[in-house]
Nanobody, 125 residues
Framework: VQLQASGGGSVQTGGSLRLSCSAS????????MGWFRQAPGKEREFVAG????????KYGDSVKGRATISRDNVQSTVYLQIHSLKPEDTATYYC???????????????????WGQGTLVTVSS
């Protein structure tokens, strides 16, 4: 199983980014998908999750109202759009796959079976 995250980079405060995570080696439509982030010296934090069919989403408090998670089961890709970026959004962003049928999607690291390598987002003031 491979999860390949991309789309990170450097942006200014107030900007936006769209992250992508392309999956292979698994039946993508059978997995809930999640995005997490980890800043240096901090624990990995839940950002957003989406159920297998894409009908249910869940967001972490730190991005609620600023982020949208979506997925394309034909392209085996999950997306995370964040706008109104803040310096505190600076982190490495990871996508993850959960083979359970949890509803809503889980915000817990331990529930995810596969992880991507991460993509770095840096927000400058």
């Amino acid at each position: 199983v491979q999860l390949q995250a991309s789309g990170g980079g450097s942006v200014q405060t107030g900007g936006s980014l769209r992250l992508s995570c392309s999956a292979s080696g698994l039946t993508f439509g059978d997995y809930n998908m999640g995005w997490f982030r980890q800043a240096p010296g901090k624990e990995r934090e839940f950002v957003a999750g989406i159920t297998r069919g894409g009908r249910n989403t869940k967001y972490g408090d730190s991005v609620k109202g600023r982020a949208t998670i979506s997925r394309d089961n034909v392209q085996s890709t999950v997306y995370l759009q964040i706008h109104s970026l803040k310096p505190e959004d600076t982190a490495t962003y990871y996508c993850a796959a959960d083979r359970s049928t949890r509803w809503p999607p889980s915000p817990y690291v331990i529930h995810y079976d596969y992880w991507g390598q991460g993509t770095l987002v840096t927000v400058s003031s």
